[in-house]
């Protein structure tokens, strides 16, 4: 499906219909999926911000205004505020004891829609250079700085948006990222990999 047929198919969600829904779903769920899991780290944590992003274009589809923007360039917006969210919900959570969930009963999106493609882990895994980055970003020690280095590196947001996404003045955030770039260029070259 190209942009083309994506704007098609989100017409038609537009009026409700479940299978064009599918579709948008099963083609973009792996690199949302992916998306959320270099900010948050954690699998079981991007799954639920995956499925978020997913019940809000299937409950928001009706505000995205194809003359404004392809579907995916919504989409897009929609997964990096919803990562942000997420980031900033983790940071107030921190310090509240964590609940119990009955996983038994807990269905997901992600359950009732499986995506046929292969895992966004094996996708990844097949990119040698990119999961090498992954692997070093997955090997950084400070949290803030690999958050702050994604997200001016990856992400594309100016130092200014990341001060307020992350609550922290600008010169931080600068220092975060270079020294998470630092860190990145230790890691990757005792891996043999030289920048």
Known sequence: MDQITDSAWAERVKRGDQVAFR?????????????AYRM?????DAEEVCQDIFMKVWTKINLWDPKQGSFQTWLNEIAKNTIIDALRKRRR?????????????????????PDPRPSPDREVENREAYELIEEALL?????EH????????????????IAKVMD???????????RCSAELRRLLKAKGVEL
Do not use: Q
């Open 40 to 44: 948050l780290k954690n699998h079981e």
């Open 23 to 35: 579709l948008l779903f099963r083609k973009h769920v792996g690199w949302v999926y992916n998306k």
């Open 139 to 143: 090997e950084v020690r400070r949290d």
């Open 93 to 113: 959570d921190k310090e509240k004891p964590m609940r119990w969930v009955d996983e038994e009963k807990r269905v997901t999106l992600l359950d009732l829609m």
């Open 146 to 161: 690999r958050i702050a280095w994604v997200l001016r590196h990856i992400e594309g947001l100016g130092i200014s948006e």
């Open 168 to 178: 922290r003045k600008e010169n931080t955030i600068k220092v975060w990222i270079f």
